[in-house]
Each structure stands twice: as structure tokens, then as C-alpha cells.
């Protein structure tokens, strides 16, 4: 069955950086595009970044573009966010998501930015 379980938050302070990482199980992972949604406290799940499987390319929200960074490693079935100059609006669970034939989540992680 499809796993997504996601790694890498926490703690960080204005400025400050993260990585994020999903480890991915029970699908073909190079021949599927991968997504980071988050969840801040009161609000509604929104995109962040997806990357394809097709030469990699990628999209950004446009609230992270320029700071936030996704990539994959194949050969590991983990994908990746890297998370820099993060604000305290960035404060929110991350999830990762593949959609096959319907929408798969992880549990996700909670990354707090504050002083």
C-alpha cells in the first residue's frame, strides 16, 4: 500500500532554514509527481510545491517561490523541500501527497517559526 512519512520539522527562528523530506513506499515512485501541501493553524490545507517525473520540473506557490526548494532522489523514493529564509507565516504542518488514481497524504510535520 501507498506510504508517504514525512521527517524534518521542528523549531526554527526567523530567517532560519529547514529540510523537509517524505520517504516513499508501496507505489512506482520515479514515474510519479510529488506535492507539499501545508496546514497552518485555522486555515485550509494549501499548495506548495510539486515536482513531475518528467525531467523534474517543478512550480512553486507563489508565497514560498524563491525560498522553498523541491527535488527528489529516486534511487532513495524521497522527495525533498528545503526551506530557507522562512518566516513566521511559513508555521504550518507539511504534508506530502501523491495522487494515484486518488489522493495519498503522510501524516505530515510541524514546522514552527518563531523567535
Known amino acids: 500500500q501507498v506510504q508517504l512519512v514525512e521527517s524534518g520539522g521542528g523549531l526554527v527562528q526567523p530567517g532560519g532554514s529547514l529540510r523537509l523530506s517524505c520517504a516513499a513506499s508501496g507505489f512506482t515512485f520515479s514515474s510519479n509527481a510529488m506535492t507539499w501541501y501545508r496546514q497552518a493553524p485555522g486555515k485550509e490545507r494549501e499548495f506548495v510545491a510539486r515536482?513531475?517525473?518528467?525531467?523534474?520540473?517543478?512550480n512553486y506557490a507563489g508565497s514560498v517561490k524563491g525560498r522553498f526548494t523541491i527535488s527528489r532522489d529516486n534511487t532513495k523514493k524521497t522527495v525533498y523541500l528545503q526551506m530557507n529564509s522562512l518566516k513566521p507565516e511559513d508555521t504550518a504542518v507539511y504534508y506530502c501527497?501523491?495522487?494515484?488514481?486518488?489522493?495519498?497524504w503522510g501524516e505530515g510535520t510541524l514546522v514552527t517559526v518563531s523567535s
Open positions: 501527497n501523491v495522487f494515484i488514481w486518488r489522493d495519498y
Open positions: 515536482i513531475s517525473s518528467v525531467r523534474d520540473s517543478t
